[in-house]
């Protein structure tokens, strides 16, 4: 699986011309999935409003309708801040149900899905205190238990993410290099990058400026790109350009 | 000469995000061009952006779904007995709370019924005072008392309660207190 995060022996056979051309590709595609995300909060969030005045009015079957694009968001903070997927099940679950109880109180100003985030963190808060889980994780060297990097022909990655994200191994080695994150890198990276929100309603949901939140996010994404791609760090293999960081590249 | 890999790796975050300005964006991409590691980090760190994009990426478990309605079906009852843990708890502890209870129930009855055989008269004591009286024949005040008092010291002199009265006695206000004394007198 390391060809999916690119792997430096594997550059070291390509010409500048293609990495260019990759580079390119890579960020508009990234740019594009922001503007298709946008568009779609945009869709979700109109029907939300019609879905929550009718709930208030009594049609509270519809909750389920309204929590649908939520229940990964939640369950994905609960899961990355509790470690436990029975846990994060149990509080994700009570969770919805306080948001359904207090439904009246959400201010429309505010997103739905930010506000029932918010939620989840407190609760989250709430059984940590109670298991007494708050120091569980902690930052290990991921890159050492991955084992020897297997380069592979780089040209493989584009097709490997969506099917990759098939077998159940790519999905747990996923989940596994986050909890290596520490909690307050993990979360933000979790809020950003898994859930989708911007950078200013994650620096809202944690009450920290937009720098700290960028400045989180930019060591997170390296971390676990370090991570995932053990192969970078290696010595040997890599070239001298490389060599030459003593640094790595979050510090 | 443009910015070097350090340079590239503080911003490329931002990069991704769009949030840099069109010249550090320009100086970034010239960078990428002409060298292979950081385009190697940009496209590892923008491919694990999208991995955990995926909806299948920490997605909630098989059924997820289906306990959660069943549990929103649950309603109000369900919010009262929030977890499954808390169930339990609130069951373990009813559960030691049923012979917990019967024991204190049956100790108090126990004390109950021997203060009753102490004094059968009950708490407080209304009986008139009748019979002999006792008093301290060498304390200042003159004070009567019923026999077996705490305030009773020194050489004792029992006497009738009748006589204690003539004599110039006030009943003790712990022992005797408001009981009635004889109408006699």
């Known amino acids: 699986m390391n060809a999916i995060f690119g792997g430096t022996t594997a550059l070291a056979d390509r ?177 950003r990058d898994v859930n989708e929100l911007s950078i200013e309603e994650t620096a809202n949901v944690l009450g920290i400026s937009c720098g700290a939140v960028k400045t989180r996010l930019r060591r997170a994404r390296l971390m676990l790109r370090d991570i995932l791609a053990p192969g970078l760090c290696q010595g040997g293999e890599v070239s001298l350009a490389f060599k030459k960081e003593v640094r790595k590249p979050w510090e | 000469m443009g910015i070097d890999c350090q340079e590239v790796w503080r911003d490329i975050s931002d990069y991704i995000d769009d949030e840099l300005d069109p010249k550090q964006r320009t100086a970034l991409e010239e960078h990428f061009a002409r060298c292979r590691q950081c385009a190697s980090v940009l496209e590892g760190t923008c491919n694990v952006i999208r991995l955990y994009r995926d909806e299948r990426t920490l997605a909630p478990p098989r059924g997820f779904h289906e306990r959660l309605h069943q549990r929103l079906n649950q309603g109000a009852k369900a919010s009262i007995h929030p977890s499954r843990r808390a ?20 100790a108090r009855r126990i004390v109950l019924l021997r203060l009753e055989h102490q004094n059968p008269a009950g708490s407080p004591d209304s009986s008139p005072v009748t ?45 005797i207190g408001k009981r009635k004394l004889q109408k006699k007198i």
């Open chain 1, 15 to 191: 010409d500048s011309r293609e990495s260019e051309f990759i580079e390119t590709r890579m960020y508009a595609s990234i740019t594009a999935d922001d503007a298709k995300i946008n568009a779609r909060k945009e869709r979700i969030r109109a029907t939300e409003q019609v879905l929550i005045g009718r709930i208030l009015k009594g049609e509270k079957d519809l909750f389920v309708e309204l929590i649908r694009p939520y229940q990964r968001t939640v369950y994905a903070t609960l899961v990355t801040m509790l470690g436990s997927k029975e846990d994060a099940e149990d509080v994700s679950q009570e969770v919805l149900l306080k948001a359904l109880a207090r439904l009246d109180q959400f201010r429309r100003e505010s997103a739905f899905g930010t506000w029932l985030i918010q939620i989840a963190i407190n609760e989250a808060k709430m059984r940590k205190r109670k298991l007494r889980l708050g120091k569980m994780f902690s930052l290990t060297n991921g890159a050492e238990q991955d084992g020897a990097y297997v380069p592979k022909d780089f040209a493989d990655w584009r097709e490997i993410p969506s099917e990759a994200l098939e077998r159940s191994e790519i999905r747990e080695a996923l989940a596994n290099a986050l909890s290596l994150l520490e909690e307050h890198y993990r979360l933000t990276f979790v809020l």
């Open chain 2, 131 to 175: 019979g002999l009286v006792a008093i301290s024949e060498n304390a200042e005040e003159k004070v009567f008392h019923v026999p077996g008092c705490p305030y009773l010291h020194g050489k004792l002199k029992f006497l009738p309660v009748e006589e204690a009265i003539r004599e110039g006695y006030s009943p003790c206000p712990v022992c």
């Open chain 2, 87 to 106: 169930v339990l708890a609130w069951a373990l502890s009813a559960a030691a709370a049923v012979p917990l209870g019967f024991a204190l129930y049956s």
